[in-house]
């Protein structure tokens, strides 16, 4: 089963999916960014760079922890989002 975490950033809509094979992928305007499987390590870690405004430059980074089903979100380095998921 895959879950999804749908979340927005400046009106722009962003989404977090946890794929039934353990993904993690990171997406915006419906759009897939970075995808990373699952391995031995955590966090599982995806990352995308957006500007969204005039050179105006949005680090959005998701770290997820598939031991504790925890994700975290941060946009240039500040918490936006943290959540942890039934699945």
Known sequence: ???SVPFSHRDRPF???IDA???VELYLD???R???EPGPEEPQYVWTNVELEWEEHHYVE???WA???????????QPLLERTLAG
């Not at 031991?67 to 380095?77: A, D, F």
């Open 1 to 3: 089963m895959t879950v």
């Open 62 to 64: 998701a770290r997820y």
């Open 67 to 77: 031991s504790g089903q925890r994700l975290e979100v941060t946009v240039n380095g």
């Open 15 to 17: 989404e977090i999916r």
């Open 30 to 32: 419906r759009i897939l």
């Open 34 to 36: 970075k995808r990373r």
């Open 21 to 23: 094979d353990g993904a």
